[in-house]
C-alpha cells in the first residue's frame, strides 16, 4: 500500500484508467450532517474526465475501538490514510464509484486497519 495519502495515482480500474486523487478536508460528519463519523473528502478525476468528489465516512466507533485495540492515538493522519486505502479499492474495483458519499463498514475498516499496520511509514525527523 502507498504510504502517500493527499496526492496520489491510483488504478487502473476495471476500465483499465488511472485516476489522479487529491485530498481535499478533514471533518466530523456531526458538525455537516449529523452523523457520528470522520469524513474525508476527495477529489478525483482520470486524464480526460472532469473532476468528481468522494466523501468517505469512517464510523468513529469502530475508529475508537480499533485505536484503542491498537494502543494508539485517533489521529488525522491515521484516518486520511484509511480513507485513501478504501478509495484506492473503490477505484480498482469500481464498487460504489456512482456515489459521492460513502460509509466504510467496521470489517473494512478494520481490514485497512492491517494493511497499515503491516507497512512501515517513514517518521519525520
Known amino acids: 500500500m502507498s504510504e502517500q495519502a493527499r496526492l496520489f495515482d491510483a488504478g487502473p480500474d476495471p476500465f483499465g484508467r488511472t485516476w489522479h486523487v487529491q485530498f481535499r478536508w478533514l471533518q466530523t460528519g456531526i458538525s455537516i450532517r449529523h452523523a457520528d463519523t470522520v ?4 477529489f478525483i478525476n482520470t486524464a480526460d474526465g472532469p473532476v468528481e468528489e468522494k466523501v468517505i465516512a469512517l464510523p468513529r466507533a469502530a475508529l475508537l475501538d480499533m ?10 493522519p491515521y484516518c486520511l490514510r484509511l ?10 474495483t469500481s464498487e460504489d464509484m456512482e456515489k459521492t458519499l460513502v460509509t466504510v463498514s467496521p470489517e473494512e475498516l478494520a481490514a485497512y486497519d492491517n494493511e497499515l499496520n503491516s507497512v512501515t511509514v517513514p517518521q519525520r525527523g
Open 39 to 42: 469524513d474525508v473528502k476527495f
Open 67 to 76: 485505536a484503542n485495540l491498537r494502543g494508539r492515538p485517533l489521529s488525522d
Open 83 to 92: 480513507a485513501a486505502a478504501h478509495l484506492r479499492h473503490m477505484i480498482e
